[in-house]
């Protein structure tokens, strides 16, 4: 276990555990309009005459597939990194004087294990959204790969979708909840 490796397991723990309220916040402000969408969108069908009448309920099932995928990456995200970062702190007493530099092959192998992360971020393969799989990449590298970093198992840029499709759902939702009321109480 190298530097890197520890430090960035204590940089995504922490951001994950500082995200943890901001994104269940997300995550309700969404489910919310979306879920009150849905249940409008199906009395509008139950009440149609015909194919059209189903519509608000196919697009409110739309808007709740990057809800309910952002919901489960999110809940296995906090399951990996629950474990990570929990290590007990220990502390001597006295002071501690270290006399000996660094070695050589210490500080050697930190700088391969930064050059190949850099060099791995280079590299752009992906169709769509490459520099986020490009990023991906980059960190599992400079992590120690997906055993020391189980974090970085899942497709970000899935994720990155769910995300900004769960930022839509939000004004949409209210949107769509909105006139599906108002058509409900037209007819």
Do not use: C, H, K
């Not at 969408?37 to 199906?42: D, E, I, V």
């Not at 971020?121 to 120690?144: C, D, F, M, Y």
Request: aromatic fraction near 6%; glycine fraction near 10%; proline fraction near 5%.
């Amino acid at each position: 276990m190298s530097a890197t490796n520890d430090a960035m397991n204590q940089i995504v723990v922490n951001v994950v555990r500082l995200a943890r309220r901001p994104g269940y916040l997300l995550l309700v402000g969404a489910a919310v309009p979306v879920g009150v969408f849905l249940l409008l969108g199906l009395l509008l069908g139950l009440d149609a005459r015909s194919w059209g009448g189903w519509v608000p309920f196919a697009l409110a099932l739309a808007l709740a597939v990057p809800v309910a995928l952002l919901t489960v990456r999110r809940e296995r995200l906090q399951r990996t990194t629950a474990d990570i970062g929990d290590g007990p702190v220990t502390t001597a007493g006295g002071v501690v004087v270290v006399t000996d530099a660094p070695t050589q092959a210490a500080l050697e192998e930190e700088l391969a294990t930064l050059t190949e992360a850099m060099d791995e971020g280079r590299v752009r393969t992906a169709r769509w959204l490459p520099r986020v799989e490009a990023t991906q990449r980059a960190l599992l590298r400079a992590a120690g790969g997906p055993v020391r970093a189980p974090y970085l198992r899942d497709d970000l840029r899935i994720t990155l979708a769910a995300f900004l499709g769960t930022v839509a759902a939000i004004p949409l939702g209210v949107l769509g909840s909105f006139m599906s009321a108002f058509a409900l109480l037209l007819s």
